[in-house]
């Protein structure tokens, strides 16, 4: 039988000693650090280190508004699958999705767009949500953008991490524009895995 | 307000035509094509191209055993919560996940090791799971290893893709040598989202 370590809490300690040294210089504030370790961790993707952007009241605003127990929405079930349930509960954090919704699915069949911008619209509709995690649709993040322009909602912090090759890059660029508190991945890359990692470094934290 | 394309399949016709240009000379079978395109289009990375591997018979038993309507054991809700779930009802398709059943976390925390381990020896139980999808725990491959060595389970295809720092590159490499048909990552890479996405792109081919 093959020897390996068994132990979650084991392997969680080294995978971040791994991740850590091989960091090297690159270092990072006590915070930020974790997140972009966690995302590391994630996807074994070091290009994370240098993809991941800050505004600088990101991180304080997303620790004050997640220990206060608000409503996240989320863009795809992966996200929602992937945060850690105790700590949701231990905070009164929720975590919701619409795009699966009946009325969401119809009416983006009847209006030919993507089921995420008609969710996004649904979402921005429930002022008690004051975080957005979006990790899959560029399409919910041009919406998110749209909305807040149209000061038809004022979220308190966005992850706007969507993957892919149309519109993701662009997407998280105009994001930055909207004044809002952000933590997004330049580029394509991106995706539900590293949203709720980001998500999960947070309330590791708080 | 920005012009960008809202059309759900626009959207990804236009996304794998850039990868398909991008991939250049770098050409393959059909079938695996779709999966390798597939795997991208979900992390926008494109060394996937050259982590994925496949057993000779990986993609004709994957195929046979979804058209036959089978179970899959995910090792995690995100890759659930990632699967097309008109296709899995379509095809009679059943996925399960353990590692939140209330008996495995609790034989997980006395035992020491983790709930993926406890949770794949569950479904080893189950003779009705003929695909196992791996997308988060190398401790989980590695289990499904013993297991088949063991002679205790012996599914028809193993989706082993899970991404780390401990033990992934190798959980990968020597389920290879089991003899049961396999796509992996090599590597440290993977994840959920790679889990998924190979798994959506034969529901998508059969």
């Known amino acids: 039988m093959k020897e390996y370590i068994k132990d979650p809490k084991e392997i969680e300690r080294k995978s971040f000693e791994i991740i850590t040294k091989e960091l090297g210089d690159k270092t990072f504030e006590e915070s930020m650090g974790k997140i972009v370790k966690r995302v590391i961790h994630t996807t074994a993707d070091f290009e994370y280190a240098d993809l ?8 304080e605003t997303g620790k004050k508004v ?25 905070f009164g954090i929720s975590i919701v999705n619409f795009v699966h919704d009946e009325d969401v699915v119809k009416k983006a069949l009847e209006t030919g767009v993507t089921r995420s911008i008609i969710a996004l619209e649904k979402a921005a509709l429930d002022k008690g949500i004051r975080v957005y995690a979006i990790g899959n649709a560029p399409t919910a993040l041009l919406t998110l953008e749209r909305l807040i322009e149209e000061k038809k909602v004022k979220p308190d ?29 330049r580029g394509r890359k991106g995706g539900s895995t590293v949203a709720a990692a980001i998500i999960n470094a947070f309330l590791y934290m708080i």
Do not use: R, W
Request: aromatic share 6%; glycine share 10%; charged share 20%.
């Open 52 to 59: 991941l952007e800050f505004h600088p009241k990101a991180i």
């Open 66 to 90: 997640l220990k206060e127990g608000c409503k996240i929405y989320a863009d795809t079930q992966m996200i929602i699958g992937g945060v850690n349930k105790n700590k949701l509960s231990q």
């Open 157 to 185: 912090l966005i992850i706007g991490v969507p993957v892919g090759f149309v519109s993701a890059a662009e997407s998280k660029e105009s994001i930055k524009d909207t004044g809002i508190p952000y933590i997004i991945s």
